[in-house]
């Protein structure tokens, strides 16, 4: 019987500093960063407490700092926005929407900003026919309109810009709203609202020559049928303004959470040992379960083949081919679009807050997984589990 590893605490080390780092950098307050971490404030209040203590500081940024902060980014926004040529603006209509009323409701959103009779000259409409059209009640299909839009304005922003038509379907249909697909990318489309698109990701896995590593246990197979039964794992170059970031995931196939992470700037066997032991003392798997990964050096080290031996882990590499370990390149293709490509990092530490924050608070509880029919992780876990109990 293999040894089972000492894990006493919940939450590892760098989980506890990258939550408090999370706290520090951003204007949300203790409860709302507990609520998104799963944890629970008072367990997140002693973290902090803890930090400052041991770093001699007080608290950084006040509430009304942070809101102030977000109200001169937002006023930047919107000044940037306005401050785009007329004429130049023109080309946002796409020649298929150039219809009157089209070019009508451009002119309604500019009139606080250009002459009325300027853009009707520019646009080839005529003043009195807008001015009619504003008196025109608006029809039941232009209200529907409006509603949806500010729906699906509002769940684009809460997925931080990143879903595009077929996620923000599938959230208005989990809220009960019958709308066909067409009609959200027409609307996305009028809203200027986009989703994140995927890049081809650069080959990055480093072998070791004449090293014959172990059997390939998956075969491509990514569908247990329980959580615990395979995870697997792969690393992360991420560039910042000081240097290379290196992130090791760990994802459990079963509901494509992450279940263990760690952050280095360097490619030692360690950056990949911390990321298991996290998920390790996270989920406490049975003996059995299976660690699969890519040829990398890191994870045909004798350290890490320690660990999971000591751990009651069976380590499964395969081959040569993306495909071989497709559900670990999915999750960094999404982390790549969602965030490394819509952000510039001037530091790590700044890069460690956005990375933590987008898997613990976004990626594993609230972004939606074609794989598993449009729930989070979390949600789909909390589904089979509910599913489990009902069946017993």
């Given at each position: 019987m293999p040894r089972k590893p000492k894990y006493r605490k919940p939450y590892p080390p760098e989980f506890r500093r990258e939550a408090v780092a999370l706290y520090a950098r951003t204007d949300k307050t203790l409860g709302e960063i507990a609520a998104d971490l799963g944890v629970s404030r008072e367990s997140l209040r002693l973290w902090v407490q803890q930090a400052q203590i041991e770093r001699g500081e007080r608290d950084g940024l006040t509430g009304d700092e942070g809101e102030e902060l977000r109200e001169l980014r937002a006023a930047g926004a919107v000044a940037r926005a306005r401050a785009r040529d007329l004429e130049k603006s023109r080309g946002l209509l796409c020649e298929g929407e150039r219809d009157a009323v089209s070019?009508?409701?451009?002119?309604?959103?500019?009139?606080?900003?250009?002459?009325?009779?300027?853009?009707?000259?520019?646009?080839?409409?005529?003043?009195?026919?807008?001015?009619?059209?504003?008196?025109?009640?608006?029809?039941?299909?232009?209200?529907?309109?409006?509603?949806?839009?500010?729906?699906?304005?509002?769940?684009?922003?809460?997925?931080?810009?990143?879903?595009?038509?077929?996620?923000?379907?599938?959230?208005?249909?989990?809220?009960?709203?019958?709308?066909?697909?067409?009609?959200?990318?027409?609307?996305?489309?009028?809203?200027?609202?986009?989703?994140?698109?995927?890049?081809?990701?650069?080959?990055?896995?480093?072998?070791?020559?004449?090293?014959?590593?172990?059997?390939?246990?998956?075969?491509?197979?990514?569908?247990?049928?329980?959580?615990?039964?395979?995870?697997?794992?792969?690393?992360?170059?991420?560039?910042?303004?000081?240097?290379?970031?290196?992130?090791?995931?760990?994802?459990?196939?079963?509901?494509?959470?992450?279940?263990?992470?760690?952050?280095?700037?360097?490619?030692?066997?360690?950056?990949?040992?911390?990321?298991?032991?996290?998920?390790?003392?996270?989920r406490r798997p049975r003996p059995g379960l299976i660690h699969h990964s890519d040829q990398g050096k890191q994870y045909v080290s004798l350290l890490f083949g320690d660990r999971c031996r000591e751990a009651g882990i069976d380590i499964s590499i395969g081959c040569t081919s993306a495909y071989d370990n497709a559900v670990a390149e999915s999750f960094f293709a999404s982390l790549t679009k969602d965030l490394l490509r819509r952000q510039h990092f001037r530091g790590r530490a700044e890069t460690r807050t956005a990375v933590f924050d987008y898997i613990e608070s976004f990626y594993n509880r609230l972004r939606l997984h074609s794989t598993l029919d449009y729930l989070s992780p979390v949600d789909y876990e909390r589904m089979k589990e509910e599913e489990q109990q009902e069946a017993a």
């Open positions: 070019l009508y409701r451009f002119i309604a959103a500019e009139k606080a900003s250009y002459s009325i009779s300027l853009m009707c000259r520019l646009l080839g409409v005529s003043r009195s026919g807008f001015h009619a059209w504003q008196r025109r009640p608006p029809s039941d299909r232009a209200l529907a309109d409006a509603w949806l839009g500010e729906r699906i304005a509002a769940i684009h922003r809460e997925s931080r810009g990143t879903y595009g038509a077929r996620r923000v379907h599938a959230v208005l249909r989990h809220h009960g709203v019958r709308v066909g697909r067409k009609r959200v990318e027409r609307l996305m489309r009028a809203r200027r609202l986009t989703g994140a698109v995927p890049r081809k990701r650069a080959k990055t896995t480093i072998r070791v020559p004449g090293l014959r590593p172990a059997a390939d246990l998956v075969g491509r197979d990514f569908a247990p049928s329980a959580p615990n039964q395979l995870w697997v794992a792969d690393i992360k170059y991420i560039p910042t303004g000081a240097g290379w970031l290196y992130l090791a995931a760990v994802v459990d196939c079963f509901s494509r959470r992450v279940v263990g992470w760690s952050m280095r700037d360097d490619l030692r066997a360690e950056l990949v040992v911390d990321a298991l032991e996290m998920a390790v003392a996270r």
